[in-house]
């Protein structure tokens, strides 16, 4: 049983001048043997594209690929006719399967964007190609844990090729929540905004929680706004 911090100063880290990016797992240039991903969740990058710039057009197969934007605006265009400008409050996922080639730019020419980029492996190989992007407001995650993500799309979440559920929440200071898990299930916790305290670990903005062989999540908002991702994995 435990509850592991992954801190955000002991990331990877790649600044390109247009993109300033933190790994928490082994990524590109940066390669960790003790992080090289937790279950079937292989990527969180915290990207910073400055305006206008962003990346050409490249491909992927056989991952998930899940971006969820903190500020300004991401702009994607892919092989399969998908077009679309992803702000605070969506969620796009990208099922590259048999293959899908796109590009993600930064939509303003003025500000910069700040967001996260994830992938988990698919639960199965060669599926057809599948993009789904949706909203979700404020208040749908405010001091709760709002489902964003699924492998069977339930409540109203996207659709994801992996037996795990991601969700989304906003804390209000000093609101706690606890979310059980079940036997052979683990979890990660990644705090997006904010601080708080994670089955008894304090972390704050960036940081990670790495949780296995625990009955339940808890998360305690401490003394400002606090935004979190909580991934249940197999």
Do not use: C
């Amino acid at each position: 049983m435990s509850t592991i911090l992954r801190s955000a100063q002991s990331r990877g880290h790649a600044n390109h001048g247009w993109l300033d990016s933190f790994h928490t797992f082994s990524f590109a240039d940066y390669h960790d043997a003790a992080h090289m991903g937790f279950g079937p969740l292989r990527v969180i990058n915290e990207d910073r594209v400055e305006a206008g710039a962003g990346f050409g057009t490249h491909g992927h197969r056989d991952m998930e690929i899940f971006s969820y934007v903190i500020e300004g605006a991401l702009e994607h265009k892919d092989s399969i006719g998908t077009g679309s400008v992803i702000r605070p409050g969506d969620v796009q996922v990208m099922s590259a399967g048999t293959g899908i080639r796109h590009s993600e730019f930064n939509h303003s020419k003025t500000e910069p964007v700040h967001f996260l980029q994830i992938w988990l492996l698919p639960d199965r190989e060669n599926i057809k190609p599948r993009y789904h992007q949706k909203a979700f407001t404020d208040a749908e995650k405010r001091n709760m844990l709002r489902l964003i993500a699924s492998k069977d799309a339930r409540d109203g979440s996207v659709l994801i090729n992996q037996d795990a559920d991601i969700y989304a929440s906003l804390l209000d200071p000093g609101v706690t929540l606890e979310a059980a898990l079940k036997p052979g299930r683990r979890a990660w916790v990644q705090l997006v905004a904010g601080s708080a305290v994670v089955n008894g670990v304090a972390g704050k903005s960036g940081d990670g929680f790495a949780i296995s062989g625990e009955p339940s999540v808890s998360i305690a908002a401490q003394g400002e706004q606090t935004e979190v991702l909580v991934f249940d994995l197999p």
